[in-house]
């Protein structure tokens, strides 16, 4: 069992970029898939982005599919998203975790405390 940190959230305004970070101690970061999710006030928690292993074959929510960019460094343990052309929509708490194609978002039974992204219009 290891640690998942977000950070680099914020207030910002529609149109705006912000770029999270994921620390992650948790094992096997280098050979493990990782991805983004959101939960909005009153929502479910709702997978955004996710990438293989070795930062190949991102793949995307259609919510901001060509706005967002996900990347991670193995050498520094760290999953990012990049956010650009923010919209009121995205605002919500973002969460980093591991990546399984073949899981549900509710079957991932640990969270980090996440980072709120507040896009004002």
């Known amino acids: 069992q290891g640690q998942l940190v977000e950070s680099g959230g914020g207030l910002v305004q529609a149109g705006g970029s912000l770029r999270l970070s994921c620390a992650a101690s948790?094992?096997?970061?280098?050979?493990?898939?990782m991805g983004w999710y959101r939960q909005a006030p009153g929502k479910e928690r709702v997978f955004v982005a996710g990438?293989?292993?070795?930062?190949?074959?991102?793949a995307y929510a259609p919510a901001v599919q060509g706005r967002f960019t996900i990347s991670k460094d193995n050498a520094k343990n760290t999953l990012y998203l990049q956010m650009d052309s923010l919209k009121p929509e995205d605002t919500a708490i973002y969460y980093c975790?591991?990546?399984?194609?073949?899981?549900?978002?509710?079957?991932?039974?640990?969270w980090g405390q996440g980072t709120q992204v507040t896009v004002s219009s």
């Open positions: 975790n591991y990546y399984y194609t073949s899981y549900s978002v509710d079957q991932y039974d640990t």
């Open positions: 990438v293989a292993w070795d930062g190949n074959f991102p």
């Open positions: 948790v094992p096997a970061f280098s050979t493990t898939s």
